[in-house]
Structures are given as structure tokens and as C-alpha cells.
């Protein structure tokens, strides 16, 4: 069992910035950050993988959010620039232990995933 916990989320102005964290109690093949917007499906924005440290993000994420880990290999994080109300959502942690591309991997064939915490952009 893989346990995940996000912190870092809350309120901000449009335009600012927020660092998300994931501690983790296992690294496995690939972990990678979802959010989820009220009323709307779960959306994947980015993964690192666990040997290579390869970065992969969302198209539409890719110039303002970056995801990284610490050196131990205990946290993962999500720095999250130029925010606007429509990156307002919950952001979760997931973890996969299965191997190939997991930027492609739906949602549902992640092994584990955290809690998640509350991103709000103001207008």
C-alpha cells in the first residue's frame, strides 16, 4: 500500500502561484498529478517517471506548471504559475506501479491516489 498526502493548495489572486506537495511513502514506476473542476471529469496534467525523472505534462498546462521531487525521493511536487479561475479545481496525487507510458494512462488504472487538495483562483 502506497500512502499519499497533498498539501499546498488554497486560495489565490489571478496571476500568482501555488507549490503543491505529495509526500509519499513509496515511489513507484510513475507518479503524476490529476485535478478535477466541479462537474467535470478528472483531468490529468502531469507525471514524472521514477528511474529516467522524465517530465510529462498536458498540452495545455505544459508553460506554466512544472512537476518535480526532491532528492529523496519522498515528495513530489506541482509548481503552478500564471493561475487563472479556470485552473480552480481539486489536485490530486497518484501513484502507478504499472509499466509504460502513464501521461497516457487513464485515470482509473492508477494503483493509488492521496486525499487531494483544494486549488481556488480568484477572478
Known amino acids: 500500500q502506497v500512502h499519499l498526502v497533498e498539501s499546498g493548495g488554497g486560495s489565490v489572486q489571478a496571476g500568482g502561484s501555488l507549490r503543491l506537495s505529495c509526500a509519499t511513502s513509496?515511489?513507484?514506476?510513475?507518479m503524476s498529478w490529476f485535478r478535477q473542476a466541479a462537474g467535470r471529469e478528472r483531468e490529468w496534467v502531469a507525471a514524472m517517471y521514477r528511474f529516467s525523472g522524465a517530465t510529462y505534462y498536458s498540452d495545455s498546462m505544459e508553460d506554466r506548471f512544472t512537476i518535480s521531487r526532491d532528492s529523496e525521493k519522498t515528495t513530489l511536487f506541482l509548481q503552478m504559475n500564471s493561475l487563472t479561475p479556470e485552473d480552480t479545481a481539486m489536485y490530486y496525487c497518484?501513484?502507478?506501479?504499472?509499466?509504460?507510458?502513464?501521461?497516457?494512462?487513464?485515470?482509473?488504472?492508477?494503483?493509488?491516489w492521496g486525499q487531494g487538495t483544494q486549488v481556488t483562483v480568484l477572478p
Open positions: 513509496e515511489w513507484t514506476f510513475c
Open positions: 497518484a501513484a502507478s506501479r504499472t509499466v509504460g507510458a502513464c501521461q497516457s494512462f487513464p485515470a482509473y488504472s492508477y494503483d493509488y
